[in-house]
């Protein structure tokens, strides 16, 4: 039996953010992945190798939880979508 946290979207389904907005996986995520707009900034960034690691393993946890295929960029772009900053902050 697949338990699910409530905050992951299930089989295409959407998701309240934290800020109040919805949003959702399209089926098969890949690199549309979660927003509500079409406009998007390209930015570039480095991580660690073992932050690297460290997405890849939720992506894979992510797909097992949800049955939802995604990648980097939409996890990425879902994680930014609900942090707040005492999230951030929190045992700092």
């Known amino acids: 039996m697949r338990t699910a946290s409530p905050d992951l979207p ?3 389904d959407t998701v309240k953010l934290q800020n109040g907005k ?3 996986l399209q089926d098969g995520a890949g ?26 393993e939720l992506v894979i946890a ?7 295929r995604t990648n980097r960029n939409a996890l990425m772009r879902l994680m930014l979508d609900r942090i707040d900053i005492d999230q951030l902050l929190m045992n700092a």
């Open 10 to 12: 299930q089989n295409g």
């Open 22 to 24: 919805t949003v959702s």
């Open 31 to 56: 690199d549309e992945g979660v927003d509500d707009s079409n406009t998007r900034e390209k930015i570039t960034f480095y991580l660690r190798p073992d932050q690297v690691e460290k997405l890849d």
């Open 62 to 68: 992510y797909k097992r939880r949800t049955g939802q």
